[in-house]
């Protein structure tokens, strides 16, 4: 069935440092991938989206390729704020269009 | 439009008593979800609505978990009896034909004592 493999972490950053969280996913076809972003106390909310292969979604200062050949969809940020600090999930569609797959997530702190 | 709306945001119930959290999905989505978060098991789903339907409700936990969509915009989660292991924080979500992306809720935060 889909599945989403994400780096689970935590990860702890200082501030400015670079940022790449990955993901990998097992889809049939090609469906959209999302990444969401988790802020303490509060609910899930789309970060970014690709809805096609090679599409770069982009969001904040956040950045992720849809990448079919290595079935991967990284997220990036080139210099992340202690703002950043959160949880964040890979997601996409299962194979019916119906539910939605997520990861386990990934925690970041960021240390000023 | 004002979001996925979820009600209460914090409560606090003792093992034995009746759990009821409600629902206001996004007007016009046609997909509705209720999600369990706890650190140790994650973000799991519990159960999904199409068009007020219930589709697949193989992540109940048990016979004392139940959801309703009686209408287009609502849904309630109901825990009788709870336990101190149902505390967790309850999200709500909803989502435009399915392969677009679930907006979710503030959650509900569950302590059962």
């Known amino acids: 069935g889909d599945s989403v493999t994400q780096m689970e972490g935590p990860v702890t950053l200082s501030e400015e440092a670079f940022l790449t969280i990955n993901c990998t996913y097992t889809?049939?076809?090609?469906?959209?991938l999302f990444w969401y972003v988790q802020y303490p106390g509060e609910g899930l909310q789309l970060l970014l989206k690709a809805t096609k292969a090679d599409d770069k979604g982009s969001n904040k200062g956040f950045e992720a390729t849809y990448r079919k050949e290595t079935t991967s969809f990284h997220l990036e940020k080139g210099s992340v704020q202690v703002s950043d600090s959160a949880v964040y999930f890979c997601?996409?569609?299962?194979?019916?269009?119906?539910?939605?797959?997520f990861g386990p997530g990934t925690r970041l702190s960021v240390l000023p | 439009d004002a979001g996925v709306i979820q009600s209460p945001r914090h409560e606090v119930t003792e093992m034995g008593q009746e759990v009821t959290l409600r629902c206001k999905p996004i007007s016009g989505h046609d997909y509705l979800f209720w999600y369990r978060q706890t650190m140790m098991r994650g973000l799991e789903l519990l159960i999904y609505?199409?068009?007020?339907?219930?589709?697949?409700d193989s992540g109940m936990p048990e016979d004392r978990f139940s959801a309703k969509m009686p209408n287009a915009s609502f849904s309630t989660l109901k825990i009788q009896p709870s336990e101190p292991r149902d505390s967790a924080v309850y999200f709500c979500?909803?989502?435009?034909?399915?392969?677009?992306?679930?907006?979710f809720g503030q959650g509900t935060r569950l302590t059962v004592v």
């Open positions: 889809a049939t076809g090609y469906p959209s």
């Open positions: 997601a996409l569609p299962d194979n019916y269009g119906q539910n939605f797959v």
């Open positions: 609505f199409n068009n007020n339907v219930p589709i697949d």
């Open positions: 979500a909803s989502s435009l034909r399915g392969r677009s992306e679930a907006f």
